[in-house]
């Protein structure tokens, strides 16, 4: 995908970023753990700050918005060589052409020019397409949490994924 363009966002991309993450949330509440209500609640200068702090991307072709990813080191002394990938979303029209690859390819990259070597994720346990690109990433399923989100049906599943590399 030559047209692919991800950088990390900034404060000016706040508008972007809350609506990618709607659109994620509507379309799919079981990848997400906040609800959109809760969404549309946080205030525009919260969002604005998170964007500002350098642990997300988004991904561009040409110049639409089509899908983000965070990264979150632990910042624990002991524990700084792990991060956590997400929350991942990539629109519907772009999916299957290689963006959600790229964009966990960056937020990896980024983090291992910071010391991380041990990369964890959550998804849905019914998740399936998540959980082979994941897999073909070089993820393992490393554990579930019963109960992680109550969605529309009752409690749901989701499945811990780790990508370990060597220091």
């Known amino acids: 995908m030559t047209d692919l363009f991800i950088r990390a966002t900034t404060a000016d991309d706040v508008e972007t970023w809350r609506a990618l993450r709607l659109d994620g949330i509507m379309r799919h509440p079981e990848a997400f753990m906040m609800s959109a209500e809760a969404a549309r609640a946080i205030p525009l200068a919260q969002d604005a700050e998170a964007c500002a702090a350098k642990d997300r991307w988004l991904a561009f072709l040409e110049d639409t918005a089509v899908g983000f990813v965070g990264l979150h080191p632990n910042t624990l002394e002991r524990a700084r060589h792990r991060a956590e990938i997400g929350p991942l979303y990539v ?13 966990i390819h960056h937020a990896m990259d980024f983090g291992r020019a910071h010391g991380i070597w041990q990369f964890e994720l959550f998804v ?14 070089g993820f393992v399923e490393a554990g579930a949490i019963p109960n992680a989100i109550l969605g529309a049906d009752g409690p749901e599943r989701d499945v ?8």
């Open 91 to 103: 629109s519907p029209v772009t999916r299957g052409q290689g963006v959600a690859q790229a964009l």
């Open 160 to 167: 811990m994924m780790i990508r370990t590399e060597t220091p």
């Open 124 to 137: 849905n346990d019914q998740n399936v397409a998540a959980r082979r690109l994941y897999e073909r990433l």
